[in-house]
């Protein structure tokens, strides 16, 4: 079994940066792609990148294109979001994913395991 935990949410004013860590409990080695998904209360869980193994190929989200950067050290069994230019809307849980096939897909489905969630905040 999978098991994922997120860190390093937390409040920041926009414009300001941030990254999120994803510590896989077992060597990510195992694991092919994995993803970051972010959701708010009332709407349905949204993409926002994803890399496969060996991070030659990575999807983003539109609305994060350039302003956020996924990358992985299989090494230290770990993925990361860097977040810059944040903003407002950038408000949500955001969740990390994991898969043994190697495509980053964009969607919930493409994933068997989930973390719990880090809550980051963009305000003022």
């Known amino acids: 079994q999978v098991q994922l935990v997120e860190s390093g949410g937390g409040l920041v004013q926009p414009g300001g940066s941030l990254r999120l860590s994803c510590a896989a409990s077992?060597?990510?080695?195992?694991?092919?792609?994995m993803g970051w998904f972010r959701q708010v209360p009332g709407k349905e869980r949204e993409f926002v990148a994803a890399?496969?193994?060996?991070?030659?190929?990575?999807n983003y989200a539109d609305s994060v294109k350039g302003r956020f950067t996924i990358s992985r050290d299989n090494a230290k069994n770990t993925v990361y979001l860097q977040m810059d230019s944040l903003k407002p809307e950038d408000t949500a849980v955001y969740y990390c994913a994991a898969d043994h096939n190697d495509w980053p897909s964009r969607t919930p489905g493409g994933y068997d395991y989930w973390g719990q969630g880090t809550q980051v905040t963009v305000s003022s």
């Open positions: 077992v060597s990510i080695f195992s694991i092919n792609a």
């Open positions: 890399i496969n193994w060996s991070g030659g190929i990575t």
